[in-house]
């Protein structure tokens, strides 16, 4: 089976812009989580997604917001980007819903912000 | 809501050495997780534990759960150049719908 897919890789916004990464989980997999990681703040959980419906949401502003298709892929949407935002987005996709089950990672998206 | 602490934070060991990590939590866990990411690379599935004293064994790495539930160790026996990167252990209080929480993670680095 193909692993999880993320696009783009890398990608530079500046401050106030929005961007949209997209991830597209493992073949069967109906869950989609989306991760923050930076430096500092280690693996933050932004939201989760089984069959198009938001599961979970992680403390995050409203200015992160998601969502996921028919077809199990999912974007995440980022507006008025912020300094602070630059970061790796990771998105994991899992068989079942819940966070007991395994976390397959794509190789995530890199944002700075300028 | 829910945390957990890893320690240590950093560990510079000399290839051939071991290296154990922790992960401690202030209330029952339902399972752990231990995950491995490369530099540069995204965090891969090592292993889950579920049940009270639990000792899994992977080739050099041993993963215990405590009795309690409440922590779990990740132990390296004789270190290579192939263990460098950074291993978090993710927890979830509840089985089923609840999000993992992440350590912070313990960042492995070997000395040849």
């Known amino acids: 089976k193909a692993g999880v897919t993320q696009t783009p890789r890398y990608l530079i916004k500046t401050r106030g812009q929005q961007v949209t990464l997209s991830c597209s989980p493992i073949?069967?997999?109906?869950?989609v989580s989306w991760y923050q990681q930076t430096p500092g703040q280690g693996l933050q959980f932004l939201f989760e997604?089984?069959?198009?419906?938001?599961?979970n949401k992680g403390n995050f502003p409203g200015r992160f917001s998601g969502r996921q298709f028919s077809n199990s892929r999912s974007e995440m949407n980022v507006s008025t980007l912020e300094l602070g935002d630059s970061a790796l987005y990771l998105c994991?996709?899992?068989?079942?819903?819940?966070?007991?089950?395994?976390?397959?990672f794509g190789p995530g998206t890199r944002l700075t912000v300028l | 809501g829910q945390q957990v602490m890893q320690i240590p934070q950093y560990q510079h060991v000399q290839e051939g050495e071991d290296f154990t990590t922790y992960c401690n939590s202030s209330?029952?866990?339902?399972?752990i997780q231990w995950y491995k990411q490369r530099p540069g690379g995204h965090p891969v599935f090592l292993i889950q534990?579920?049940?009270?004293?639990e000792v899994k064994k992977q080739k050099r790495l041993t993963f215990q759960f405590g009795e309690a539930k409440k922590n779990s160790s990740l132990h390296i026996t004789a270190t290579q150049t192939t263990d460098v990167g950074t291993y978090f252990c993710?927890?979830?209080?509840?089985?089923?719908?609840?999000?993992?929480?992440f350590g912070k993670g313990t960042r492995l680095s070997v000395i040849a």
């Open positions: 994991a996709s899992n068989l079942l819903a819940g966070g007991a089950d395994t976390q397959y």
């Open positions: 073949s069967g997999h109906r869950s």
């Open positions: 997604y089984f069959s198009e419906t938001q599961r």
């Open positions: 209330t029952t866990l339902s399972n």
């Open positions: 534990l579920v049940k009270s004293g």
């Open positions: 993710a927890v979830s209080r509840n089985s089923g719908n609840t999000p993992l929480v």
